[in-house]
């Protein structure tokens, strides 16, 4: 897979591609020749179908898609120069669609500015995942089954594997780590294409890895964390590998979240580092605070956590966090305040997101969930928040059901960002997925009471 940066000096391309971000966060595309895409197209869009989106009703689903050719990338494939860009999506009367995704982001952003707490937020996204070398599943009336296979040791054809032990891969070096390839591959792709990043490395479970992109600006990250994925995807693909970010795809094992460092930055400076608490500033407690009530009220997880699988991996036993903490160098914190920072380095790392989410959605809900507690001066000390230890008062929901429920008695601080019928929208769509999931058997319960 061959990306670079794109600029309009550059020599000529073969087709536009216009990338558009469904309901769930996940690309998609469609393609346009050369000869077709004048610039009077790229400045106008294109219209297209927003029912088949998640978007909106079939009797009412025209929208124009329009390019941002400040995210514009060339693609070399197969012989063709392929010109890749975000899109912004606008009503046929030519007004912002306030329920796409880069809108939300972009809102929630302003909200920040229009607030005087901060010019912008900055956003450091940790990227975890499972590859696979086979993966095969089924679900049906009259069966139910899942089963997968690397050459770390998993699967029937894994006798001649090394094995590590499905929970001891952390920074394992080659020749067990059989997936350094698809790391550098994925992670050159990604620097060519202007993604940065900091590193990559094998995770604790089998076949388990991470890649770290440094920090970006909010207005950008969306779409560097969606096109990174996109990345990981394709060179994973051309290796015969398969890539999940599902939280929890295999049973006892180390589970995948997306945690994300942050910190707001007003004239230039962070303002979360301070003299208080673990290095941090009164705005800095108050954000983690705000973080954390919205969390443990559901309403956050339902943008962060958006799936059945997300409650598989939040169980104890591992290092996905449980409640709604913050402590310093804790992984089994809901927010970390890293300990090997300097002084006047203060950040936060809120580890309870996965990557299940619409990642445009999660950095809204995330950063206006903080902005809400600077703005009510919330103390996570006095709220009980400050340590990791798990209590009855601080456990987060447990399901999907619980999240939904929480999303529909506390979100007025998503007001911002999201109206009111796209929070109603989501919540619809997330329950659809709990009944499909809640009301199947699984095989475990045939072992239990059949």
Request: negative net charge; hydrophobic residues 40%.
């Amino acid at each position: 897979m061959k990306l670079t940066s794109w600029n309009r000096e550059m020599a000529g391309f073969d087709y536009v591609s216009f990338l558009v971000i469904d309901i769930d966060g996940r690309l998609r595309s469609v393609s346009l020749p050369a000869s077709y895409a004048t610039e009077k197209v790229l400045k106008k869009g294109i219209g297209f179908d927003a029912s088949n989106f998640g978007y909106a009703k079939v009797h009412a689903s025209d929208m124009v898609a329009v390019p941002d050719m400040e995210s514009a990338f060339i693609e070399e494939k197969d012989g063709f120069r392929i010109l890749h860009a975000f899109c912004d999506v606008r009503t046929t009367d030519g007004q912002p669609f306030a329920h796409y995704p880069r809108a939300v982001a972009a809102s929630a952003l302003e909200a920040v500015r229009r607030s005087g707490v901060g010019d912008n937020a900055m956003l450091l996204v940790e990227l975890e995942f499972y590859v696979f070398d086979e993966v095969r599943y089924s679900s049906s009336v009259d069966h139910s089954y899942y089963y997968v296979a690397n050459s770390e040791g998993i699967g029937e054809d894994s006798e001649d594997a090394p094995r590590v032990g499905l929970s001891k891969a952390y920074h394992l070096v080659s020749p067990n780590d059989r997936y350094q390839l698809l790391r550098n591959r994925a992670v050159q792709t990604m620097v060519d294409a202007g993604i940065p990043v900091k590193y990559h490395h094998h995770e604790v479970g089998s076949s388990q890895l991470e890649i770290e992109l440094d920090f970006i600006s909010m207005r950008k990250a969306g779409d560097a964390v969606t096109l990174a994925q996109w990345i990981l995807r394709n060179e994973a693909a051309e290796l015969g590998l398969q890539v999940t970010f599902m939280p929890k795809p295999m049973y006892k094992i180390a589970g995948s979240g997306m945690h994300v460092h942050q910190f707001i930055v007003k004239n230039g400076k962070s303002i979360f580092p301070g003299e208080k608490l673990y290095g941090l500033s009164d705005a800095g407690l108050s954000y983690t605070a705000g973080i954390l009530s919205h969390a443990l009220s559901g309403s956050l997880l339902a943008f962060s956590n958006p799936s059945t699988n997300s409650y598989r991996r939040l169980v104890q036993g591992y290092e996905a966090p449980v409640s709604a903490t913050f402590a310093q160098g804790s992984r089994a914190a809901a927010v970390r305040i890293p300990g090997y920072l300097g002084k006047g380095e203060a950040r936060i790392e809120f580890r309870t997101g996965d990557a299940t989410a619409n990642v445009y959605y999660f950095i809204a809900a995330m950063v206006l969930a903080g902005l809400d507690g600077i703005e009510r001066g919330l103390d996570p000390v006095a709220m009980g928040f400050s340590s990791d230890k798990v209590t009855s008062k601080n456990t987060f929901p447990t399901g999907l059901y619980h999240v939904i429920a929480g999303l529909k008695k506390d979100n007025a601080y998503l007001g911002a960002a999201m109206p009111e019928d796209l929070i109603a929208a989501w919540s619809e769509r997330k329950l659809k997925d709990a009944e499909y999931v809640y009301n199947a058997p699984v095989p475990q319960e045939y072992e239990l009471y059949f």
